[in-house]
T-cell receptor, first 116, second 115 residues
Framework: GQQLNQSPQSMFIQEGEDVSMNCTSSSIFNTWLWYKQDPGEGPVLLIALYKAGELTSNGRLTAQFGITRKDSFLNISASIPSDVGIYFCAGQRRLGSNFGNEKLTFGTGTRLTIIP | DSGVTQTPKHLITATGQRVTLRCSPRSGDLSVYWYQQSLDQGLQFLIQYYNGEERAKGNILERFSAQQFPDLHSELNLSSLELGDSALYFC??????????????FGSGTRLTVV
């Protein structure tokens, strides 16, 4: 099935460093979302973006919805140990009002590891 | 607790067997989605139900089937299991329709191991 291209695949950083990851697609999406998954758990929504060009922050996290609607990036500033995990981008298209939202298409994930 | 309940949390079964995974969506959510996550892989969409009706199908094998009941809980049935079916299976729910905001809420998953 289709997956979004997410990079980098993995990152090894030191605590306190900033992190940047991005996601690209060949298709346009109406909504971009960023999720974080801890081991053995389901993904948890971090940030949702609804409009091309939109820049949204959630604490130390900042995400942007690309102007072309085909990409998005996520930045994490001043990383801390609890930031460790796998980050997934996801794109979503809206269907008509009588239907549920279309499925999310997920990126391949970025595994973040903090080196002591 | 996300509000999406999946049972069982772990399941170990033999090849050729059949299992049923259960999902209770968040209160008020009408849409249920099933995803499969193999080891170190992303999430692959399997199937979506909205208010009891199938809405979208992804890469779901013919050996797999799902349904959503009148009380909105959903079950994913996996039959003639193969070793390659070992994975985490996630259920997610959303309000659905034009009241939906974005994305969905995931359950904590069922880890299926086929031996």
């Amino acid at each position: 099935g289709q997956q979004l291209n997410q990079s980098p695949q993995s990152m090894f950083i030191q605590e306190g460093e900033d992190v940047s990851m991005n996601c690209t697609s060949s298709s346009i999406f109406n909504t971009w979302l960023w999720y974080k998954q801890d081991p053995g758990e389901g993904p948890v929504l971090l940030i949702a973006l609804y409009k091309a060009g939109e820049l949204t922050s959630n604490g130390r996290l900042t995400a942007q919805f690309g102007i072309t609607r085909k990409d998005s990036f996520l930045n994490i500033s001043a990383s801390i140990p609890s930031d460790v995990g796998i980050y997934f981008c996801a794109g979503q298209r809206r269907l008509g009002s009588n239907f549920g939202n279309e499925k999310l298409t997920f990126g391949t994930g970025t595994r973040l590891t903090i080196i002591p | 607790d996300s509000g999406v309940t999946q049972t069982p949390k772990h399941l170990i079964t033999a090849t050729g067997q059949r299992v049923t995974l259960r999902c209770s969506p968040r209160s008020g959510d009408l849409s249920v989605y099933w995803y499969q996550q193999s080891l170190d892989q992303g999430l692959q969409f399997l199937i979506q139900y909205y208010n009891g009706e199938e809405r979208a199908k992804g890469n779901i094998l013919e050996r797999f089937s799902a349904q959503q009941f009148p009380d909105l809980h959903s079950e994913l049935n996996l039959s003639s299991l193969e070793l390659g079916d070992s994975a985490l299976y996630f259920c997610a729910s959303s309000v659905g329709g034009d009241r939906d905001l974005a994305g969905y809420t995931f359950g904590s998953g069922t880890r299926l191991t086929v031996v």
